[in-house]
């Protein structure tokens, strides 16, 4: 049996680095390196950065079920009848998973609103029911979830107790639901919303079978593994792993100051090593700023883009003039390329402030106390090792720290346009250039003319309600031609999946915006700043290497790093197969 969920997994490991870390460092001889450890992290996700996971949808149809199966949870309570009076939330390694009470309950009518709450701050939401399929009251709340209050993008669809089929939890049962589904989740599809088919019942059951042949076939018959292959799908697309690998940077930064703790016994190895440190910070800390900065323009002009969607939707009534909608979508349409083309430009003056921040930074460290004491005396090294650019081909493997130091200084520092040592380091560059240069390359990333409608999918299954509006390019005209013996219930029907249908289009155009600003953000942050940082870890390894003898303490913060080096690689190696 599989079934696991990545993000769980991610929490357990990173939880249990921050754990050893924290261990290793607070046993150690030096009161530095003791002061360190008190500044790890307790957990990879704190309260407040925690990924909430909710579970909402019909009565009864087992949401409690399959969130025991997902989390091995034996305190969750399951069975008939209403078993959810209210939420529930369980922290289950920096994830939060909130089982909620079903919706439209005629016995409890209060249950609604307990749900709605909780299914505000939801990152992931699974809205469950049954094989049975949507009756309209709950079909009334799922599209109010997906449409009104925009959850389609942050929702899963689950179909539960799939073995009360004919043919059970088949591919063919599984078919026939998702032809019956697509007209209730129009103008989404199954596909979608990631539309999984388990029994949780069977899962369940397997776990306490005695015969492993039995329980391998309850468990596929149960159709977890699929449905958390979907949820780990999400959570990739999503980007939710950028929300560990901040607490890993720092746990990274710790651990690289405490291996720096332990002194080479060279005060010139000691103060440049803390030098590139201060260096590697800056760096680091600008690398996280960057990211939440922009989030909150992004979110601002999302919601204003959504805004625009609802003005429209509330125009489509019995008594719509076609003109004056079809006029006015356009202008729509206008504000939002304005609003997106604003955006970019908000976005490039965000970043390049954090930048410009950067630049003053790294300049104060190399105009500090330390660096002009240390520099001459590393050209002095230098000269005393007897290196010089021309000798370094030849140059003998070097035995005592002087030497290495000296080698080390000129690899790092020679300038062969010069023929001459050149500011060591760059201490007080970016890049090798000033950092204004690299701020004036920020808008290649976000395109200046970047057209939200080119990837918004309007039509999505809405063409059967052509006798209300069509689709016409990127624009949308509104046929509302109303015949004396029109039905009346069926005309409002059609006005309702229209409005429906805009308030979608406009979600989806947000919805498209949102990723492209912050897949471009992201691509930004790692050009500009991850091959400084991997150039300022190249120097702190070389340095280190000079040591011959290292201390038991040395090697295990080593391993330490390396080993958080390896998971945060790891998380963006996961983000990129989305990128």
């Given at each position: 049996?599989?079934?696991?969920?990545?993000?769980?997994?991610?929490?357990?490991?990173?939880?249990?680095?921050?754990?050893?870390?924290?261990?290793?460092?607070?046993?150690?001889?030096?009161?530095?390196?003791?002061?360190?450890?008190?500044?790890?992290?307790?957990?990879?996700?704190?309260?407040?950065?925690?990924?909430?996971?909710?579970?909402?949808?019909?009565?009864?149809?087992?949401?409690?079920?399959?969130?025991?199966?997902?989390?091995?949870r034996e305190d969750i309570a399951v069975g008939g009848g209403i078993t959810t009076e209210e939420t529930h939330s369980y922290d289950w390694?920096?994830?939060?998973?909130?089982?909620?009470?079903?919706?439209?309950?005629?016995?409890?009518?209060?249950?609604?609103?307990?749900?709605?709450?909780?299914?505000?701050?939801?990152?992931?939401?699974?809205?469950v029911?049954?094989?049975?399929?949507?009756?309209?009251?709950?079909?009334?709340?799922?599209?109010?979830?997906?449409?009104?209050?925009?959850?389609?993008?942050?929702?899963?669809?689950?179909?539960?107790?799939?073995?009360?089929?004919?043919?059970?939890?088949?591919p063919e049962a599984q078919n026939v639901i998702r032809e019956d589904i697509r007209k209730v989740l129009n103008p989404f599809s199954p596909e979608d919303l990631r539309t999984s088919f388990i029994?949780?019942?069977?899962?369940?059951?397997?776990?306490?079978?005695?015969?492993?042949?039995?329980?391998?076939?309850?468990?596929?018959?149960?159709?977890?593994d699929s449905f958390t292959e979907n949820l780990n799908d999400f959570v990739r697309e999503k980007g939710l792993t950028g929300r560990y690998s901040t607490?890993?940077?720092?746990?990274?930064?710790?651990?690289?100051?405490?291996?720096?703790?332990?002194?080479?016994?060279?005060?010139?190895?000691?103060?440049?090593?803390?030098?590139?440190?201060?260096?590697?910070?800056?760096?680091?800390?600008?690398?996280?700023?960057?990211?939440?900065?922009?989030e909150g323009e992004i979110q601002q002009s999302c919601s204003a883009i959504r805004h625009e969607g609802r003005k429209i939707s509330d125009m489509i009534n019995g008594s719509a003039d076609q003109k004056a909608v079809d006029q006015e979508l356009q202008k729509s349409q206008d504000r939002v390329q304005s609003i997106t083309e604003q955006l970019g430009q908000t976005v490039q003056v965000v970043i390049g402030k954090h930048m410009d921040d950067l630049e003053k930074r790294i300049d104060g460290i190399a105009n500090s106390e330390l660096a002009k004491e240390l520099l001459p005396r590393l050209e002095h090294r230098i000269?005393?090792?007897?290196?010089?650019?021309?000798?370094?081909?030849?140059?003998?493997?070097?035995?005592?720290?002087?030497?290495?130091?000296?080698?080390?200084?000129?690899?790092?520092?020679?300038?062969?346009?010069?023929?001459?040592?050149?500011?060591?380091?760059?201490?007080?560059?970016?890049?090798?250039?000033?950092?204004?240069?690299?701020?004036?390359?920020?808008?290649?990333?976000?395109?200046?003319?970047?057209?939200?409608?080119?990837?918004?999918?309007?039509?999505?299954?809405v063409a059967n309600v052509g006798r209300v509006f069509a689709v016409a390019g990127t624009v949308l005209t509104f046929v509302l031609q109303i015949k004396e013996d029109a039905d009346?219930?069926?005309?409002?029907?059609d006005l309702r999946e229209s409005r429906a249908a805009i308030r979608a289009g406009f979600n989806d155009a947000a919805h498209v915006i949102e990723m492209h600003y912050d897949q471009a953000t992201q691509t930004y942050?790692?050009?500009?700043?991850?091959?400084?940082?991997e150039d300022v870890d190249r120097q702190l390894s070389e340095l280190r290497n000079m040591q011959e003898v290292r201390s038991n303490l040395f090697e295990n913060i080593l391993a330490l790093l390396e080993e958080t080096r390896s998971l945060i690689q790891y998380l963006h190696s996961v983000d990129s197969q989305w990128g």
């Open positions: 049996m599989t079934g696991k969920f990545e993000i769980h997994e991610w929490a357990v490991r990173g939880n249990e680095l921050l754990e050893r870390s924290k261990e290793i460092l607070s046993s150690a001889p030096s009161e530095k390196v003791k002061s360190i450890s008190s500044r790890i992290p307790e957990c990879v996700l704190d309260s407040e950065n925690s990924i909430n996971l909710v579970f909402a949808g019909q009565y009864s149809a087992g949401k409690s079920s399959i969130l025991k199966v997902l989390t091995g390694n920096g994830i939060k998973v909130i089982d909620t009470p079903g919706v439209h309950t005629e016995l409890r009518p209060d249950h609604d609103e307990i749900t709605y709450r909780a299914i505000a701050d939801a990152d992931l939401l699974v809205f029911t049954t094989n049975e399929l949507f009756d309209s009251h709950l079909a009334k709340h799922f599209r109010n979830l997906a449409i009104e209050r925009d959850k389609a993008h942050e929702m899963m669809l689950v179909i539960n107790k799939m073995r009360r089929c004919a043919k059970g939890n088949s029994d949780a019942e069977a899962a369940l059951e397997s776990k306490s079978e005695d015969d492993a042949d039995i329980s391998r076939i309850l468990w596929k018959k149960g159709g977890v607490t890993l940077y720092t746990l990274e930064q710790l651990l690289q100051e405490a291996l720096a703790s332990e002194s080479t016994g060279d005060k010139d190895v000691d103060a440049l090593e803390e030098l590139l440190l201060q260096r590697r910070r800056a760096l680091v800390e600008t690398q996280d700023r960057i990211p939440r900065a922009v000269e005393e090792a007897s290196i010089s650019p021309d000798t370094m081909s030849n140059l003998r493997k070097a035995s005592d720290v002087s030497s290495k130091l000296g080698e080390f200084l000129v690899r790092n520092s020679f300038k062969p346009n010069s023929g001459s040592i050149g500011e060591l380091f760059k201490l007080n560059q970016y890049s090798g250039t000033a950092t204004h240069n690299a701020v004036k390359a920020i808008g290649k990333f976000f395109g200046k003319k970047f057209k939200p409608w080119e990837a918004v999918k309007w039509t999505r299954n009346a219930a069926q005309l409002e029907s942050v790692s050009s500009a700043l991850s091959s400084e940082i």
